[in-house]
Structures are given as C-alpha cells and as structure tokens.
C-alpha cells in the first residue's frame, strides 16, 4: 500500500516551543520534501531529502531543520516556534528526480 | 528565477460549463509539468502530467497540452461537476525541485 503517513495531524503549540513533525512513507522513496501551504502562497518548500542524511534547503528554510536518518522516516523541527510558522506542513515523497510527488495528509500547526 | 503562474485566486462557474485554468512557467530547464488537485482537508494528488510537446494528456475527465513554444500547460475540461470543486495546483520540474504555482481555487455551482 503506497502511503506517506504524517503525525501529528493537529498540534497547537506556543511561541518559543520546539517542534516535531514527523513524516513516513512505505514505498522506499529516496527524495522526500516537507512544504507549507498558506492561502495565497500555495506550496512552498521548505526542504528536500535526497537520501538518508543528505537534505539541501529549498527556498524557505529560516526557522527550520530536517533529519533523515532511515530512508522511509523525514523529520521537520522548529527549534523555538514563533507564530508566523503557524502554517498547513506537508510531507511528500517520490522515486528518484521528476516523479510524482506522492503527499501526507498534511500537519496543520498553531503556535499561539 | 523559476517560477510557476497560474490563474489566480478563485474561479466559479456553474455546472456543465467548460473550466479553463491557465498555467504558463519560466524556468531555466523543465522537465515534467503536472496538474495537482487538491479537495477541501485531503492532500495534494497528481491529476495528470506530461513532458512531451504538444500531446494532449487526458485523465479524469480533465486534459492538458504541454506547449512548449508558449510556455505553457492549461488544464481543461468539457463540464464542470460539482465534485471538481478543489484547489489545483500547477507545478514545473528541475531535477529534484518542484515549484509550485499559488493554486487556483475552482468553485462548482449547482
């Protein structure tokens, strides 16, 4: 069954606490990339995963790190939240380059 | 840099009436361009994807035509269900990066 799992799928958190998003697919994608979405921004990324420890930013990245340390399992973290990164955080994998991305069901973050 | 430029914001139109969304990109070298769909609390999924110039691409009801001379890669359908209202979502691809466009909002009426 080809499925990106995100958890949590609700979190409320406030100013200046960190953050764990977690990210998993069983499909033995190597690229995995976390996004958010905002009205009227559409998807933007934030990082991209090539393989297991091997992540490169992408174009907002400020405020935030990834870990990768198997390759079916992509982590985001916010180290000290603040309330500009309340946000909807999606996961998506994919096989190689130029595939489709196949997406989680998405994170949806408060930071009050 | 690259970017992705759909149309923007919302479209509404009734029911069994053509939909039309535009999507054009400027990016240094494409490879793939994709249609995303995205309903109301669900995840993004692929609609339909091409990288061949001028081949109609066909899935769900919606097509498309990569027109490379233009830049572009509208997304079209005959009629308009109510279940197509749905965020969509143009994207472009280099190597391992997507960009995305803003999403197009489409609004079905009865």
């Known amino acids: 069954d080809m499925k990106v799992t995100q958890m949590p799928r609700y979190l409320i958190k406030r100013m200046g606490e960190n953050v764990l998003l977690e990210c998993g697919q069983d499909?033995?994608?190597?690229?995995m990339y976390w996004y958010r979405q905002d009205p009227g921004l559409g998807l933007q990324l934030i990082y991209i995963?090539?393989?297991?420890?091997?992540?490169s930013e992408g174009d907002i990245p400020k405020g935030y790190r990834v870990s990768r340390k198997k390759r079916e399992h992509f982590s985001l973290i916010l180290d000290s939240a603040k309330t500009n990164q309340t946000s909807v955080y999606f996961c998506?994998?994919?096989?190689?380059?130029?595939?489709?991305?196949?997406f989680g069901a998405g994170t949806r973050l408060s930071v009050l | 840099g690259d970017s992705v430029t759909q149309t923007e914001g919302l479209v509404t139109l009734t029911e069994g009436l053509p939909v039309m969304l535009n999507c054009t990109y400027q990016?240094?070298?494409?490879?793939?361009l994709f249609w995303y769909v995205q309903h109301l609390n669900e995840a993004p999924k692929l609609l339909l994807k091409?990288?061949?110039?001028?081949k109609r691409t066909e899935h769900q009801g919606f097509h498309a035509t990569l027109h490379k001379s233009s830049s572009s890669f509208h997304l079209q359908k005959s009629s308009a269900q109510l279940s197509d209202s749905a965020l969509y979502y143009c994207?472009?691809?280099?190597?391992?990066?997507?960009?995305f466009g803003k999403g197009t909002h489409l609004h079905v009426l009865p």
């Open positions: 994207a472009d691809t280099n190597a391992y990066k997507v960009i």
């Open positions: 990016t240094a070298y494409s490879t793939f």
């Open positions: 998506a994998s994919t096989q190689g380059a130029v595939n489709t991305l196949y």
């Open positions: 091409s990288s061949t110039d001028n």
């Open positions: 499909m033995s994608h190597e690229t």
């Open positions: 995963s090539y393989d297991v420890d091997s992540n």
